[in-house]
């Protein structure tokens, strides 16, 4: 007997729940891990962001249900962020939606425009989000391949025309989990006249927007002109701020996509705890340089690994955001083959590329968000220990 629906029965193990248990039991046995598959970052929350919380939760009013759109202060900073930092306008009442993490907005986001049925066009490989919940909402995925000759951008024009009349949301995602790969606004200006020309809405998840090296900015999709009419973008805190547990983000954009979320989301969830809404409009509203100095950490980090993968003979030019490596696999591997080879001889866990969809096959993705010390020794386990044999 199965208390489960067929569509919750055939849902494939979270990856990362399956590598959890995998680790757990290396762990058990005695073995030292070091975790490079999770994207979830080592830093603390910057104290001034903690502090305002501690504050905000004083105040007996903060303690009741929160606003279903996020309280004003949350959503003006948002607004006022995308001003300082895209010189792009928000209306903070209609354009600006608070989410529970950006995750759950993503997922709210399909079953809010398509129909059983429609399709979706989702980059492959990408953040496994966006398949799954156009799977839970009966609809069918549209693998946009990723490949690293066209920048891992999605060549548009190679999607068929019948599979476009189906479609009704086009995920996108820059600076790119699990690929590092970074555009410019060109990129966004093809991308919204393509969805004007059919009619689709584009999401762009931009979790990474701030986690960015040297002297590259990442665009925001609405610098676009005309593109408020066809596109949301989310983002988050999680990763600006070393706020992954706190389980704060924003949708911004359309205004008639974001009512429809709201609505939608108005009879599921009641919103975040205004406390944590509050200083998270604190953190955006604060002195950034916190922002600079994770990068950096990032950035050196990045090069160590690089250098680490360089002398196994992986080579990759350094991506310009993210905390990934995405890196293609030596010859004669599959993507599993070679992670297990690296967990097994090294007891570093790295994830397989086609843990995020098949175009992934052929690479593996590191992630840098363990403290500096654990990312130097697994560099050097990689360089003394992995053997692998090149065919
Ligand atoms: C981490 C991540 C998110 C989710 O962020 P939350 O706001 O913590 O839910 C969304 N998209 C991508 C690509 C991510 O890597």
Same mark, same amino acid.
């Given at each position: ?22 680790? @757990? ?111 839970? @909402? ?42 590092? @790969? ?35 900015? @990442? ?173």
């Amino acid at each position: 007997m199965s208390y489960q629906s067929n569509r919750v029965g055939q849902i494939p193990p979270y990856l990362f729940a399956e590598i959890n248990k995998k680790k @757990a039991a290396m762990i058990e046995a005695g073995i030292d891990v070091i975790d490079l598959g999770i994207g979830d970052p080592d830093l603390p929350t910057p104290t001034h962001i903690v502090e305002k919380l501690i504050e905000e939760m004083q105040d007996p009013k903060n303690l009741k249900y929160p606003s279903f759109i996020g309280c004003n202060e949350f959503r003006q900073a948002v607004a006022d962020f995308y001003e300082r930092q895209y010189d792009v306008k928000l209306d903070p009442n209609t354009e600006v939606l608070a989410l529970i993490g950006s995750k759950e907005g993503i997922a709210h986001l399909v079953p809010t425009l398509i129909d059983p049925g429609d399709t979706v066009l989702i980059p492959d490989p990408s953040y496994p989000v966006y398949r799954m919940a156009t799977y839970l @909402a009966n609809g069918k995925s549209y693998s946009m391949p990723l490949k690293e000759e066209n920048n891992f951008e999605p060549e548009f024009s190679s999607i068929p025309e019948e599979i476009l009349e189906r479609s009704k949301l086009i995920f996108l995602n820059y600076p790119g989990n699990p690929t590092a @790969a970074t555009v410019d606004l060109e990129f966004f200006n093809r991308a919204i006249s393509f969805a004007r020309d059919h009619q689709i809405p584009i999401a762009h998840d931009s979790a990474y927007n701030m986690v960015t090296f040297d002297d590259y900015k @990442a665009p925001s999709i609405l610098q676009v002109d005309g593109a408020k009419e066809i596109s949301v973008e989310f983002g988050s805190l999680s990763k600006t701020y070393n706020m992954t547990g706190w389980r704060i983000g924003y949708v911004v954009g359309n205004k008639e996509i974001i009512k429809a979320l709201s609505t939608l989301k108005t009879n599921i969830d009641t919103g975040q705890f205004t406390p944590i809404q509050k200083a998270a409009a604190f953190a955006l509203n604060s002195d950034q340089s916190c922002i600079t100095y994770h990068n950096q950490i990032y950035r050196e980090r990045m090069t160590a690994m690089l250098d680490g993968l360089a002398s196994i003979g992986v080579k990759v030019d350094t991506p310009k955001g993210s905390f990934f490596v995405w890196a293609p696999v030596p010859k004669g591997y599959t993507s599993t083959e070679f992670a297990t080879s690296v967990l097994e001889q090294t007891g570093v866990i790295i994830t397989p590329g086609n843990a995020f969809g098949s175009g992934g096959e052929g690479y593996f993705r590191v992630s840098l968000s363990v403290p500096n010390q654990r990312l130097y020794e697994a560099v050097d386990r990689i360089k003394q220990k992995l053997e692998i044999t090149i065919v």
